[in-house]
């Protein structure tokens, strides 16, 4: 895959604290990154970065095989959307999606002819002549990509664009989002803080803590195979169930957790022969119950402490040698709080990682 | 529930079952009596002094001499008024309060275009463009808003002789735009603060630069602010005397300069009514811009303040 941004040993810092550190990132021609995290871990800076709405300290920025780290925003060939929409307010939705082109001094038949097409894709034509706040949210949405798509750019940048939307239309416009990518075949790069935004857009997932990208895998990857407790933490809801366990040099094929003694024949290390205090994740979708129970490789016995029911699925919060510990059950599923369940723990659906660095065992 | 332990909990009044719509309220309770009655008390207080100057500018000087001065004019004559306008001596100009009128105007009207034209954009740069040194140069913009006028009266007069302009309008111009700009540049600045900054970045984006961005999207949005920064800078301007009094030369006095000539003239018999009428005249360019723009100002104050 060729690639069309690329980042080299970008760093940022606003006076001591650095906020990106020496990130290095390559974005392929035509995929769809998702650069994923809470709340302060650098995403939206790196995006910024990208944009040229911040300088970095240090490092290079590249698109399409350019040097753009001191180039204008509006020279780098990028189009951007925003939380905000960021939407010229007295300026109609035209004059919205046709100000970057009239600046950059395109012929006014190009311009008819891209608002056009932007227009016809998004069927935003009915409200050419509105004023944005006379556009409901997802309009003004709407509007803000075509702004972006009216550049004709490679490179479409995301920040956080579904975030002030109701939960029905992140849903509708996520899928148009999709759909665009699929149509256009742009190098899209995308914010957000939403894992599912995440996981049902991106080619590639990167998750990012303090500045540094902690995992850069396709969805399925992270998810299956999270590189880092921080991000099997943060992708799946409910969350994964961490217990404390160790693994004994002198039977290195088992995981004991309180009285409970996890054979590992058929976990698929990351680190063969790790050993020492480790967390065992595992993930509340992973846990069998009923029948399958009995014949998983390990078996506990549970006290449901709380019931959610939530239709399709229902949320069972119990406690195992301490530690909060979650199950999913299906949505049929009889249960009450105080009932006991017996719960079935396929080694092989499980994560560990090393108590210390924290990283995949 | 009769228990006794719940009894504090149930309502004091009993509402009608068949309740529906809006709750009924009285118009005149205890409360609302005393309320309008205060501000009725203190609006005749503040309005008095208008009264009387008002019935007094339209009186004769022989109806004035009875000292009655809260009595409604027996007889209304508009003869102080034009002459207050067009004839009244100060020194030895007859031309009456018009002339100060006018130099008032060619006074106001550029300083106030000046000191905001300017001021908007030191405060839009100091908001959002971020240069290095912003916040030293916003924050010796601001103390120079606490320095006393006192102290820069001096320097301020050498400084204009030496430009060779003390004593003309432009200097008096000048002067004012300058000691707009601290007050100016803080209410800009701060407004432009709460504009959203993606705005701004979605402009840059557009490829927009710095006078693109100033003129075609935040000066549009800036309205408010300009409205409140307009009353503001023409009320002071025009009421300006000490800077009016400074740095001008007779010829060029302005309104309220002459209006202190005329009203303290030692000389002859005092007027009142010519003076009460001069004073009405002076005071009716701001009067009329708050009573067009009152909503408007408290509009853009709040939206200036919000933020800072």
């Known amino acids: ?109 190009e311009i008819k002819r891209r608002v056009a097409k932007a227009s016809d894709m998004l069927q935003i034509q009915p409200l050419l002549s509105r004023k944005p706040a006379a556009l409901s949210g997802g309009q003004r949405q709407r509007v803000a990509i075509g702004r972006a798509l009216v550049r004709d750019v490679d490179v479409f940048l995301f920040d956080e664009p579904l975030s002030n939307l109701d939960a029905k239309l992140r849903a509708e416009l996520r899928v148009e989002i999709k759909r665009l990518h699929q149509r256009l075949g742009n190098t899209m790069i995308y914010v957000t803080h939403d894992q599912v935004e995440a996981m049902t857009l991106a080619d590639r997932i990167a998750i990012m803590r303090g500045g540094v990208v902690l995992q850069l895998a396709a969805p399925k990857e992270i998810y299956n195979r999270p590189a880092h407790k921080y991000v099997a933490d943060f992708i799946g809801s409910p969350a994964m169930n961490f217990l404390d366990a160790v693994i004994d040099p002198r039977e290195p094929l088992i995981a004991r957790a309180g009285d409970l003694a996890i054979p590992l024949e058929h976990y698929d290390f990351e680190r063969h022969g790790h050993t020492g205090p480790v967390w065992f994740g595992i993930r509340p979708e992973n846990l069998a119950t009923g029948d399958a129970a009995n014949s998983a490789p390990v078996q506990v016995d549970l006290i449901a402490e709380l019931v959610e029911p939530m239709g399709a699925e229902t949320l069972v919060w119990s406690t195992l040698f301490g530690t909060p510990f979650k199950l999913r059950m299906d949505g049929q599923a009889r249960i009450e709080a105080g009932d006991v369940v017996r719960v079935g723990l396929d080694p092989k659906l499980a994560s560990i990682f090393d108590k210390s660095d924290e990283l995949r065992v | 529930m009769a228990d006794a332990t719940f009894t504090h909990t149930t309502p004091r009044r009993i509402w009608p079952a068949d309740a529906a719509g809006p709750r009924p309220r009285k118009r005149f309770s205890q409360r609302n009596i005393i309320i309008y009655s205060l501000l009725a008390v203190l609006a005749l207080y503040y309005l008095l002094p208008l009264y009387v100057m008002m019935v007094t500018s339209l009186k004769g000087m022989p109806e004035i001499a009875l000292g009655n001065i809260f009595a409604p004019p027996t007889e209304i004559t508009f003869e102080p008024w034009v002459k207050a306008w067009s004839t009244v001596c100060t020194g030895l100009n007859c031309d009456g309060l ?50 006393p006028y006192q102290v820069m009266i001096y320097p301020m007069v050498i400084l204009l002789r030496e430009i060779g302009i003390y004593g003309d309008l432009s200097g008096l111009v000048l002067v004012h735009t300058i000691f707009g700009m601290p007050i100016l540049t803080l209410l800009f600045r701060n407004y432009f603060s709460s504009v959203p900054e993606e705005l701004f970045k979605a402009a840059r984006v557009d490829g927009a630069g710095f006078w693109a961005i100033y003129f075609r999207i935040m000066l549009p949005m800036a309205l408010p602010i300009l409205v409140v920064a307009v009353i503001l800078q023409t009320t002071a301007i025009w009421n300006d005397f000490l800077f009016g009094v400074i740095f001008s030369r007779p010829t060029n006095y302005p309104m309220t300069v002459q209006l202190n000539n005329i009203v303290n003239s030692v000389q002859g018999v005092k007027e009142y009514n010519v003076n009460m009428a001069a004073t009405l005249l002076s005071a009716l360019v701001p009067l009329t811009i708050y009573l067009i723009s009152g909503k408007l100002f408290v509009r853009g104050i709040a939206a200036g303040a919000v933020k800072g």
């Not at chain 1, 095989?65 to 951007?80: D, F, H, K, L, Y």
């Not at chain 1, 300026?91 to 970057?100: A, Y």
């Not at chain 2, 908007?120 to 606490?146: D, E, H, M, P, Q």
């Open chain 2, 98 to 147: 018009s002339r100060g009128f006018w130099n008032s105007v060619k006074i106001t009207v550029p300083s106030v275009f000046f000191s905001i034209a300017i001021a908007s954009v030191n405060g839009y740069a100091l908001s959002l463009w971020r240069f290095k040194g912003a916040n030293v140069f916003f924050t010796i913009l601001i103390i120079g808003a606490f320095i």
């Open chain 1, 1 to 109: 895959m060729q690639s069309n941004v690329s980042i080299k040993n970008l760093r940022l810092e606003y006076g001591p604290v650095a906020v990106l550190k020496d990130l290095d990132l390559d974005i392929g021609k035509g995929e769809f990154l998702v650069l994923l995290g809470s709340s302060g871990c650098g995403k939206s800076t790196l995006l910024n970065c990208i944009a040229g709405l911040l300088e970095p300290t240090d490092g290079s920025i590249f698109i399409n095989g350019q040097n753009v780290t001191w180039a204008e925003p509006s020279e780098r060939g990028i189009g951007m959307v925003f939380q905000s929409y960021a939407l010229y307010p007295q300026m109609t939705v035209e004059g919205n999606l046709t100000f970057g082109l009239r600046n950059a001094k395109v012929p006014k038949d």
